[in-house]
């Protein structure tokens, strides 16, 4: 029946092609939750007769785990008993009477059932955000690099000053008190370095701890401090974790919350205030790979006009609701402050915000002096308009 399916699917002309592999629905998943991979793809272009299909699973050592013939592409599950850390690659091959096509994808286990040697850290000093960073030397840059990281709250890490991942708002909205997700992220090579390196968590209250809920909301409804927990791995050995090895520094992010969002002063250079506190966070489930997709930017939208109103107000009009965040690159004096307040419609030409209730939904950066690309880490609006001040 699945060959039936495929030539409906194919199109009249060109070779016959393999697209859009999932595994598990997803697109070369690193560190998803599953308990056996199910396999999808598309055939397209001319088929001739009644094409098969097999699924063959290599391990990272090239043996052969798992081997399927008559494949269903519309969803094959692949048994197998799958190793924690293990990435591994799946070939699909396809064949009718004009040849044979091949195709290929990987997905990648995160940690499972196996115990972190992590432990939960938290900033001593309990403020709506931290940093906390530690320092590990390398003899080598390690050919394959793996973070494995979450946060009771929101988090983003850095290695050697760069942002490791595309990902934002890291590691989402759980229930907490039934399960924390965790993150797997590949490490470019060129984020390290032999000698010293440095890895930083920045912390913000997220879901966790921050303002949540209508009639202005409850604070702390999950737990009342920051926490993260993370690994290092690179080529199989455990290069850093989270213990009380890590020290927390001041932030620029001054205050940060999903509602009212974020405050970030570039004047406020990160200094050591002391070391962290290792722990367990109250009231929570068990720690698991991830479930959720991540949040990414997927289309960016310039001003489309720049509105001043009779009132003498200035705002930026996207051209259509949408959420997000806004991005400028920063040429202020030292000391200046810009404040971009989200709104989703205008009210007799000017601009509206009462519909956001309690919400200030605002962004406020204060400038060092520095020409910088600026952005929130640990908010996100609905919006058209931007009211700048």
């Known amino acids: 029946m699945h060959q039936n399916r495929n030539r409906r699917a194919a199109s009249a002309g060109g070779k016959m092609k393999i697209e859009n592999i999932r595994v598990n629905g997803v697109n070369e998943p690193i560190g998803f939750q599953m308990q056996q991979p199910v396999i999808s793809w598309n055939i397209s272009g001319k088929i001739s007769g009644n094409p098969g299909t097999g699924i063959t699973v290599t391990a990272e050592n090239g043996s052969t785990v798992s081997v399927s013939e008559n494949a269903d592409p519309l969803g094959t599950l692949i048994p197998m008993q799958l190793s924690p850390r293990t990435c591994y690659r799946v070939k699909i091959t396809a ?111 997220g879901w966790f701890k921050g303002r949540l809920g209508f009639e202005g909301g409850y604070t702390n409804l999950y737990g009342s401090r920051l926490w993260t927990k993370l690994e290092l791995w690179g080529d199989g050995e455990l ?27 570039a004047g406020i250079r990160p200094e050591a205030v002391g070391e962290v506190m290792a722990g367990l966070p109250e009231g929570c489930g068990p720690l698991e790979d991830r479930l959720n997709l991540p949040v990414a930017v ?56 009462d519909n956001y209730r309690t919400a200030k939904s605002e962004y406020r950066y204060i400038s060092d002096g520095r020409v910088r690309m600026v952005r929130p880490h640990f908010t996100f609006y609905g919006f058209r308009y931007m009211l700048l001040e």
């Open 95 to 205: 064949e009718d009477e004009t040849g044979t096509v091949t195709a290929e994808t990987f997905f990648e286990t995160g940690k499972r059932e196996e115990n972190w040697e992590g432990e939960w850290i938290s900033p001593k000093n309990n403020r709506s955000s931290a940093l906390v960073r530690k320092t590990f030397h390398l003899k080598e840059v390690p050919a394959k690099t793996r973070l494995y990281i979450t946060g009771l709250g929101l988090y983003e890490c850095r290695i050697n000053g760069t942002k490791i991942d595309e990902e934002y708002l890291t590691p989402g909205y759980h229930s907490y008190d039934f399960h924390i997700m965790a993150d797997t992220f590949r490490v470019p090579s060129e984020l390290l370095h032999e000698g010293v390196n440095e890895l930083e968590v920045m912390l913000g209250e």
């Open 239 to 265: 290069l850093v974790k989270s213990d009380r090895g890590f020290t927390e520094y001041t932030s620029p992010v001054t205050f940060s919350n999903i509602y009212d969002g974020e405050v970030y002063d």
């Open 298 to 353: 997927i289309e960016k939208f310039p001003v489309r006009e720049i509105l001043h109103t009779k009132k003498g107000s200035v705002v930026l009009d996207f051209g259509q609701n949408l959420t997000g965040f806004a991005v400028f690159e920063s040429h202020l004096p030292k000391g200046a402050c810009v404040t971009l307040t989200a709104g989703e419609i205008l009210q007799n030409g000017e601009f509206y915000h």
